[in-house]
């Protein structure tokens, strides 16, 4: 699997799983402990790198987009 740049830490060990009770796919890094869920599985067009990889977050305060592949995180 491969890793993502974390949102917080910015460290190169941000990646996923899917929860096989609820099937929400849930984020975890494992160089900060930081955790989010995914909330919507619709991904849409980032308007930085222009791909399709831009996804909902929701963490304990928080929900953003985010971007897997250029880490751009807008509200
Ligand atoms: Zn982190
Ligand atoms: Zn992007």
């Keep these: 699997m491969a890793l993502l740049i974390c ?6 060990s941000f990646t996923w799983f899917i929860n096989g009770k609820t099937h929400v796919t849930s984020w975890n ?3 900060c402990d930081y955790e989010a869920k995914e ?3 619709h991904k ?3 308007e930085n790198c ?5 996804i909902k977050l929701k963490d304990k305060e928080k929900e953003y987009r985010w971007c897997s ?3 751009q995180i807008t509200p």
């Design 69 to 71: 592949s250029c880490n």
């Design 39 to 41: 909330t919507d599985s």
């Design 50 to 54: 222009e791909k399709n990889t831009k």
């Design 7 to 12: 949102p917080k830490c910015k460290e190169n």
């Design 44 to 46: 849409s067009i980032c």
């Design 29 to 31: 890094c494992f160089n």
